[in-house]
Structure formats: C-alpha cells, structure tokens
Nanobody
Framework: QVQLVESGGGLVQAGGSLRLSCAASGFTFSTYTMAWFRQAPGKEREFVAAIGVIGGSTNYADFVKGRFTISRDNAQKTLYLRMNNLKPEDTAVYYC?????????????????WGQGTQVTVSS
C-alpha cells in the first residue's frame, strides 16, 4: 500500500536549520508531483512547496522563498525539504503529499496521498 513517512522534525532555535525527509513506497514515485504542507495549531493546513516529477519545476509559498528548498531523489524515492533561517512562525506539523499528476499544484485537495506528519518547533 502507499506509504509516505516523514522524518527530520524537531526543536530548533530561531535562525537554525532542519532537513525534513519523506520516504515513499507503494507507488511509482518518479511519476508523482510531490509537495510539503504544514499545519499550525488552530490553523488550516497550508502549502509550503511543491516539486515536479523530474525536479526541474518547483513552487514555493511566499513566506518560505529564499529560506526553504524542496528537492527529490527519484532513485531513493525520497522527498526533502531543507529549511534555513527558521522562525517561530514556522512551528507546525509538516506533511508530505503526493499527487498523481505531472502538474504542480498548491492546494491540499489536489493531492492524493499524505504522510502522518513530523513536528517542527522553532523557539525564539
């Protein structure tokens, strides 16, 4: 069955860095658009970044541009999110998502599979 397993979250001070990973299985990873979303307590789930099937096409939310980098390794079936210069407002559960389409999308409803999430907490 389809599995998306996130890892790499944790507690970090403001200005610090983290790298999230998402290990995929149960589907043809290289043919799916992949994305990261996040959800803070009491807030809606929001788009963070997405990457096309080959990796040449990326899309970022304005609030992470210049700080976060999404990448993928199709051979390893793994999605990454490098997060630099973290801010307290980046605190959230971060989710990996897969879309059965080559078109990059920024809405949660466009994605077919989801991981369980990994907590990122940024202290001030």
């Amino acid at each position: 069955q389809v599995q998306l397993v996130e890892s790499g979250g944790g507690l970090v001070q403001a200005g610090g860095s983290l790298r999230l990973s998402c290990a995929a299985s149960g589907f043809t990873f290289s043919t799916y658009t992949m994305a990261w979303f996040r959800q803070a307590p009491g807030k809606e789930r929001e788009f963070v970044a997405a990457i096309g099937v080959i990796g040449g096409s990326t899309n970022y939310a304005d609030f992470v541009k210049g700080r976060f980098t999404i990448s993928r390794d199709n051979a390893q079936k793994t999605l990454y999110l490098r997060m630099n210069n973290l801010k307290p407002e980046d605190t959230a559960v971060y989710y990996c998502a897969a879309r059965r389409s080559r078109a990059v999308a920024t809405t949660a409803t466009a994605y077919d599979y989801w991981g369980q999430g990994t907590q990122v907490t940024v202290s001030s």
